[in-house]
């Protein structure tokens, strides 16, 4: 594990971007389908996702960048991803992340861009505010939900909007610098676009398949790429002992039921980017996502999280690792 912390903390510090997971919600399976409507495209469409092709950051790069830090840690006080986030950490980064700089506090955040009347005008990447003074601060995904890091002995999660916000701000999208508002950079550097910047795969085997099921999906292709990476090192022949087979190691029945052939890359890709979707959609979490595609459903969901497998518990700081090492911009 502390390998893949110094890892993560070299990919924060080049790119000031990085990952993880472990969200509210209950695991998932290894047979999922594609996101919902309010999520769909928000870890990995094309690179020019949510902005209209403008290159100008959207809320929906907003939500996408705020999945990437899915599972980290609650400190107080934290603005490195590496050893942990608070409320307004996360927010900070996020939007550093995109090339906009915010304050450090909630209170200062919650003061920020333009005021949204209500939740019913808020849009996905508008900031939370709750409480007077505010004390607390999330980023609005959409249908009620919002990602935030809730508190000390929790992790950066999806959670259901449960009171009525004291402040919504719209920081995104901005077309000046009047007083009270921030600007934003004329374009996103490719690197930092929505996980499927031709930068993070390259040289990768199969690349074109990850991006192409990735933007089908909803799915980081290099997440797909990672999986890849720990199950058959992009072997597409690949058949393990338990009956694993190909690039992306299903099983038969789950390949069946999925309608894929598993020794054909393509079809594999496609199915692993499926039940990646639909674990990060009913999980909101990308270890119990991956706990999933590798123990299955009923077992993440039995134990209420990763599952007390040897296999599982090493299977998936493996990938985590293995993402990281791909590069920056990667999920």
């Not at 009270?180 to 996980?195: F, I, M, N």
């Amino acid at each position: 594990m502390t390998g893949l912390v110094d890892v993560l903390s070299r990919v924060t510090r080049i790119q000031q971007l990085l990952d993880p997971a472990a969200g509210a919600a209950t695991p998932a399976g290894a047979a999922g389908t594609g996101f919902a409507a309010t999520l769909a495209g928000l870890l990995g469409t094309d690179a020019t996702a949510g902005t209209g092709g403008t290159g100008t950051p959207s809320g929906a790069d907003v939500v996408a960048d705020a999945r990437r830090y899915l599972g980290v840690p609650y400190v107080w006080g934290g603005t490195d991803p590496a050893t942990g986030l608070d409320c307004s950490g996360l927010v900070q980064r996020v939007y550093a992340d995109l090339g906009v700089t915010l304050p450090r506090l909630a209170d200062q955040q919650a003061t920020q861009g333009t005021a949204v009347p209500g939740l019913a005008q808020a849009k996905p990447g508008d900031l939370l505010a709750f409480n007077t003074p505010v004390s607390h601060i999330a980023i609005y995904v959409g249908d009620g939900r919002m990602i935030a890091a809730p508190r000390a002995g929790e992790q950066v999660q999806v959670q259901r909007v449960y009171q009525t916000p004291s402040a919504i701000r719209r920081i995104l999208p901005q077309t000046g610098t009047a007083a009270g508002t921030v600007p934003v950079p004329a374009a996103r550097p490719a690197s930092l676009r929505t996980g499927t910047g031709t930068g993070a795969l390259a040289g990768l085997p199969y690349a074109d398949l990850f991006r192409a099921a990735g933007a089908r999906h909803g799915v980081s292709p290099a997440l797909l790429a990672a999986i890849a990476k720990v199950e058959s090192n992009y072997d597409p022949a690949a058949v393990s002992p338990a009956g694993a087979r190909g690039l992306m190691q299903l099983m038969p029945g789950t390949a069946a039921g999925l309608g894929v052939d598993p020794l054909n890359p393509a079809q594999a890709v496609d199915g692993a980017a499926r039940i990646m979707a639909g674990n990060l959609r009913q999980f909101g979490s990308l270890p119990q996502a991956l706990a999933a595609y590798n123990a299955g459903a009923g077992a993440v969901r039995h134990y209420g999280g990763i599952p007390p497998y040897a296999e599982t518990r090493a299977y998936v700081p493996k990938v985590q690792a293995a993402l990281a090492a791909i590069g920056p911009g990667s999920l």
